[in-house]
């Protein structure tokens, strides 16, 4: 089982949906969650943050933990075609050891 | 102002050269870290340097080089270029070594071997 677990897409949604991206991970020592979006030919830019379990808002993106499943989200609200990019799950035990990427799940919103 | 920036942008170059690829960040940031994404867009990091101290993950061939002159750049060197060192490199650095500091990447360079 790999590390980090991501559908790689792509997925396409029209625009004014809600998208749900998601990843799983085995490495029950990872304390920090983050979502990077990449453009094509850029990159990556760091979008939500999260330290352990719960959820976080901004703008139109949430993010969600749960450590007992392993799993984490990233929800977008209202995509717009300019959300349109590959969204990278990131995660690193409490003192950022095992810092890694998911492999990304690419997103197209479709005007 | 570009925030880290990278050159080159683009390098081809044959199988068994030596290449560099410099980085420089003028955001006064404590932390570098070099990046390589490969044809499936896994990014996997290959180096970190905070004051003067390299953590280097240890799949990295010795063949990569990390060399820092000052705070504000870490160059990559590469010896003995192989076929499938082909990938995107990114250099990223943060204002202080840990995951809770936001890393701040370069826009790439795009390396082919052949």
């Known amino acids: 089982q790999k590390e980090v677990e991501q559908d790689p897409g792509p997925l396409s949604v029209p625009e004014g949906a809600i998208v749900s991206l998601n990843c799983t991970y085995s490495?029950?020592?990872?304390?920090?969650f983050m979502w990077y979006r990449q453009y094509s030919r850029k990159g990556p830019e760091l979008l939500m943050y999260t330290y352990s379990s719960g959820n976080k808002e901004d703008g139109r993106f949430t993010a969600q933990v749960d450590k007992s499943s392993k799993y984490i989200s990233l929800f977008i609200r209202d995509s717009q075609p300019s959300d349109s990019a590959t969204y990278l799950c990131a995660m690193a035990g409490f003192y950022g050891q095992n810092f890694v990427f998911g492999p990304g799940t690419r997103l197209s919103v479709l005007p | 102002d570009t925030a880290v920036s990278q050159t080159p942008k683009y390098l081809v170059t044959q199988m068994g050269n030596d290449k560099s690829i410099k980085c420089e960040q003028n955001?006064?940031?404590?932390?570098m870290y070099w990046y390589k994404q490969d044809s499936k867009k896994f990014l996997k990091i290959m180096f970190s340097?905070?004051?003067?101290?390299?953590?280097i993950n240890e799949t990295v061939p010795n063949r990569f080089s990390p060399k820092s002159p000052d705070k504000a750049h870490l160059n990559l060197h590469i010896n003995s270029l192989e076929l499938g060192d082909s990938a995107v490199y990114f250099c990223?650095?943060?204002?202080?070594?840990?995951?809770?500091?936001?890393?701040?990447f370069g826009p790439g360079t795009r390396l082919t071997v052949t």
């Open positions: 490495n029950s020592a990872f304390q920090y």
């Open positions: 340097y905070n004051n003067k101290e390299l953590i």
């Open positions: 955001l006064g940031h404590d932390t």
């Open positions: 990223a650095s943060s204002q202080s070594l840990g995951p809770s500091y936001e890393q701040y």
